[in-house]
């Protein structure tokens, strides 16, 4: 599909993972009067005395759970949440009334503060810092699984802008531990396990391979034309050795990329200091593009995974790790509230185009195609 075509796309488009999602495509909408969301405010101070995860205040979070590097000045504090949305304290027992059923809303939530400067964006930071962001996610994913048999799932998520949910100014992440599986998660394992079981491929893969060498070209069957051409790498934003960048065919958000390893995994805490360099240019570059094309953009981060145990063992070969960045470019409407169908006025083919088109600095061209 062609960008010069685009204003005419009215697709509802299936997700290839989770079959029972779906999001309408309809660029015609992206010519409406509409509010957009704001660039993010952006306090590009290094410090700001007033900011409780800025350096010289350590005293005002609680106690460190952990830091990178062990000793020194730190480059990553990880803290508890002073507002948590689960608890690990005491717990109240689950109820089950009728129809009316709860659990203990038992858990962790923790905040890890990115990096000592205030006002610094990821596409900003150094990729050796990234990294070791990464790092940090992997270590504490990894303890909250092993110190804790009742925690099912450890989500790590950024958020950044108000738009997005972010409260506090400075960079920062946040993992949030919990006894259940998400339903997002527990959709995407059960549906590429149900994947696997049918064709013995991997959904993920078999997706990745299609990015990088289908080509076809469909016709009308009447008149001969051209209906739409797939070309080789049209959703790919980013690539580097060890993971790529995608736009998703089936995108919720108008500038959603999802960042997988090329090669299978699905345990992100088994993660070797290697993939997690080349995860980190990865992000670097495609936050860049992201940030050159949309401007201030808001946005959420999060990182979806196998979790660990006997159950989900079957699933090691039917499931792929992977960052979904989620720009918040739009405000839902009452449509998508009340049928739950997202709704994306720019064609992911587009969006991927334009992504890809941005000369990041010590490039001498765009993307390759």
């Excluded at 700001?48 to 350096?55: E, G, N, R, V």
């Amino acid at each position: 599909m062609e960008e010069s075509a685009d204003r005419g796309v009215r697709e509802i488009r299936i997700d290839p993972i989770v079959p029972t999602d779906s999001v309408l495509v309809s660029t015609a909408r992206n010519m409406r009067p509409r509010r957009a969301e704001e660039p993010a405010p952006r306090d590009r101070r290094d410090h700001l005395a007033a900011c409780a995860f800025c350096t010289g205040n350590e005293a005002q979070t609680p106690p460190e759970i952990a830091r990178l590097p062990a000793t020194g000045p730190w480059a990553i504090r990880i803290v508890r949440n002073l507002y948590p949305v689960v608890d690990d304290a005491g717990g109240v027992a689950g109820l089950t009334f009728g129809l009316q059923h709860a659990i203990d809303g038992y858990g962790r939530h923790e905040v890890i503060i990115d990096h000592p400067h205030h006002g610094i964006c990821l596409h900003e930071m150094a990729e050796s810092h990234l990294a070791t962001l990464f790092a940090a996610y992997r270590l504490r994913v990894g303890q909250l699984y092993a110190g804790d048999a009742r925690l099912r799932y450890v989500l790590v998520f950024k958020n950044f802008g108000p738009a997005a949910g972010a409260s506090m100014g400075h960079t920062h992440s946040q993992i949030v531990a919990l006894p259940v599986v998400p339903k997002n998660v527990a959709d995407e394992l059960h549906h590429s396990r149900a994947y696997y079981e049918k064709s013995g491929h991997c959904v993920f893969c078999t997706l990745l391979d299609e990015a990088l060498t289908f080509e076809a070209t469909l016709y009308d069957r009447r008149s001969g034309e051209v209906v739409r051409h797939i070309h080789v790498g049209q959703y790919v934003v980013e690539r580097g050795e060890r993971f790529i960048a995608i736009k998703p065919f089936a995108s919720r958000y108008e500038w959603e990329v999802h960042i997988l390893p090329l090669d299978h995994a699905s345990d992100f805490v088994a993660a070797s200091d290697g993939d997690l360099a080349d995860l980190a240019r990865v992000v670097r570059r495609t936050m860049a593009r992201l940030e050159a094309v949309v401007g201030g953009v808001q946005y959420n981060l999060f990182l979806h995974a196998r979790p660990p145990g006997p159950r989900y063992t079957p699933h090691a070969a039917s499931y792929h790790y992977h960052l979904e960045i989620c720009p918040r470019s739009t405000i839902p409407s009452g449509f998508e509230l009340g049928s739950g169908l997202f709704i994306n006025t720019i064609s992911p083919e587009a969006a991927a185009k334009r992504l890809r088109a941005v000369v990041l600095e010590g490039d001498d061209e765009p993307h390759p195609r």
